[in-house]
């Protein structure tokens, strides 16, 4: 298991940015895969950008798409979203994960068991 820790969370008006932070307490490169969900009120839970920690290789869902870039800092052990361009639809609570072996949500290729505790983003109009 590996403990997640986010930061960065916030209020914005609508066309701005925040950076969240994602801290593992061991290597990001031992994990497979590292991403960022988010979860509304009243909505399931969604896959906002993963990356694959050995290669760079990233993925992000069409909806933030040429909005938010994820990037790892190996020598720090934390994974960041970069969120530009905010609009009132990303408005949600964001939750770091990492990739494991016991079986928890698949998307695309990656298999995410750990969780942090989640960080806030609210987008006004």
């Known amino acids: 298991q590996v403990q997640l820790v986010e930061s960065g969370g916030g209020s914005v008006q609508a066309g701005g940015s925040l950076r969240l932070s994602c801290a593992a307490s061991?290597?990001?490169?031992?994990?497979?895969?590292m991403g960022w969900f988010r979860q509304a009120p009243g909505k399931e839970r969604e896959g906002v950008a993963r990356i694959v920690t050995r290669d760079g290789a990233t993925y992000y869902a069409d909806s933030v798409k040429g909005r938010f870039t994820i990037s790892q800092d190996n020598a720090k052990n934390t994974v960041y979203l970069q969120m530009n361009s905010l609009k009132p639809e990303d408005t949600a609570m964001y939750y770091c994960?990492?990739?494991?072996?016991?079986?928890?949500?698949?998307?695309?290729?990656?298999?995410?068991?750990?969780w942090g505790q989640g960080t806030q983003v609210t987008v006004s109009s």
């Open positions: 994960a990492a990739d494991g072996p016991y079986g928890g949500t698949w998307w695309g290729g990656c298999t995410f068991d750990d």
């Open positions: 061991r290597p990001t490169y031992s994990m497979k895969c």
